[in-house]
């Protein structure tokens, strides 16, 4: 096949996708929504890392932090929600062997977080509104700064993420406690419990040892998704309580922003927020570390019954840690810097750890393997929370925060490294597992793009997140740009590494596209011309 | 006191020596990993090590901090420790209101800051010449913001913002406002 033939019609022509199954192509939009978002998260990062070399004349400071605000939100709801919302909705009924719950409810969930996403990109884009994501009170409802018509359009995007986000949770819990048509009633109740934690929590305290209902990965996806649920309510309710001001303004009547006290504001949003970033993300990642283990090994999960209570006590963790946010606070109760800041989150250490080191005995348990893309990009996730759990683990201490806090330390090799290498990386890792599954056997364009792709993913996080890190510890801050070239030295090379991180997403899209072809992504939004609940076509 | 550069200088080195040893173990498992060898189940005793060794680390790191950063005690103690000097400080529409005298600290004084925001949520950071931070607190509206500081070295030391609160806010950098004098030779023990 010529290279333009192949660019249409995918390599050697064996995607087909009118004969995907509806399951198929709810899963593939999902993938394909997650990562267009992601290739505009990764064009925001290069745009920020090049204006802090160099502050850039097309992105004066107001477009800047329009982008820095909307950066993180295109990050996780438009691209990771995407991704993970998409394998899950594939995953859950794949492991529960029956079908899922609603496929229409799994569609909107996909249109909602691509549109709302879009929506609150576009009016970041356009009016400049910039509150750093609604953050700190009351910075979302000055005025004074930013547009009021614009921050409706805002929060009316989020809002709209958080509507897919809900009909999510539904799908997944319905999906494991449902009994299908045709199929044997199902016990709702204890397929609940076993997934929440409930069943294995009675097991510590009960001589009557029940077996568990559902399994592991399915276990993580649920005890993920209660954090997911609970972090969409604190998201939602805040959209509100913003509106209310914005709806007042509008309406010519401005509320007092006093109304609203700051410390209970940010204790508040970090409670919802970390429900996020060291609740679900850690979970999941917890749980597709031991689903692909499994996969790419062939062997039962090493010591199976220790990662479920790890899985449980995470998700206990994650709604006790919030305070390692508020160490720099001085008005915020030293108990709860210590018991929540301190204390609870140093769990996060133990959970992760034995993740860890319960993947990498799964694997070695096996060996040898065979270096195949899904192993070498889950091994590059570990090595991502490897490096990037005790870096948060030291800015969670209340000595070390006090010269941390809001440095480029924080956002570099721990949230870059966390989010790039740990969890991308784990999902990359899954992407390339399920693609012969999703595709029906269609083949990879190139393994040497697949090698490019890894090589400079894996070399660009680290090395920005190193530099970020380096530039952190010598002064330099978060959220702020520096005018005189303080720290272009060090900013010059995180942004060498961010090309890098750049080059690693073209080379796997394009990749993606050659293998699928042209015909096959458009295919993938076409109506589906299977009629089936099945998951992939009956052979 | 121990100053913030020399913790600063320690996390450096251990941080980096940590991330060497764990990418250099990561490359080396994954060699092995793809070769045929004799010990494939890991005993149970590895993996009780390993999660002892992560209590240990976990517990241990904030204890340590403790006894050894001294900001640390400080800070938890400040309502008890009576200041050498008190400076008040307002910010307000993205500008700092500084005390109308000169700040001026003899090397060794304890001296607390205290600083409201009429507004909006504030940083409070200050800077060596070198721009590098000595400390830096939150400042929340409704709310006092307070921190006790060890001054041990002399020389000028700038304040900044060290908190977003829109783009206004890159503009609250009071250059060299504080400065740390040496202590009088009289005043030496």
Redesign the interface.
Known sequence: MTFLQTLIRGTKDLFKPDGLTPMQKMTLRFVVVGLLWYGIAVAEGMIMRLSLVKPLPPFP??H??AILTAHPLVGIFGSTYSVVFGAFLFLVPFLMKKPLWSLKAANWTCFFLAFGTFTFWAAGFISHY???YTL????PA?FT??SVVGGTFFILGIALVMVGTVLFVINVFKTVTYTPAGFPPQPAGALLASALGLTGLKRVFSREKKDHLVSLPVAAIARGTVDTALNAGIILFTGVLILVYMVAELSGHSLK??AV???LY?NWFWWGLDLIADGLVLIYVAGAWYLMATLISGKKL??ENIARAALFVEMVVSWTVWSHH?M????QP?ILK?LSG??VT??E??TQ??AF??T??T?????????TNPL?FL?GG??GF??AV??G??QA????N??L???QWIVG?HVHVAVLVGLTMTLYSAVYYLFPLLTNGAELYSQKLANLHFWSHLLGG?GMG?FM??AG?????R???YFNG??SGYMILAALSGSLLLLGFLAFFFNIVMSVGLRGVIGIFLPAKLNTKDLVPSA | MIDSKLVLWGQTVGYTAYVLAVMAGMAGYAYKVTRDGSLKQIPNAVFYVVVGALVAVGVSLHIVTHETIPWKKLDLNRATIAADKTFEIRAADHKFQLPPEKMTIVAGEKVLFKVTSDDLTYGFGVFRPDHSMLFQMQVLPGHMNDILWHFEAPGLYTIRSTEYSGPKGLQMIEKDVIEVVEKSPEALP
């Not at chain 1, 720099?328 to 008005?331: L, T």
């Not at chain 1, 694997?363 to 270096?371: D, G, I, N, V």
């Not at chain 1, 201490?397 to 070390?400: M, P």
């Open positions: 400071p107001g800047y932090y910039a509150p750093l700190y009170w009351p910075l000055d700064q930013f922003h006093s006290d700051a410390l940010k090493f010591m508020l720099s606070d001085q008005a030293g210590i301190e204390m140093a769990f250490l133990i750890g034995l080191t319960i990498l005995i694997l070695w348990s096996a060996r040898p393997l065979k270096m070498k091994l570990l090595l490897a490096l005790p870096a683990i030291m201490d209340l000595g070390l006090r010269i806090h809001n440095t090799p680290i190193a890190g380096m510890l010598h002064g330099m801050l959220r702020t740009m303080e720290f």
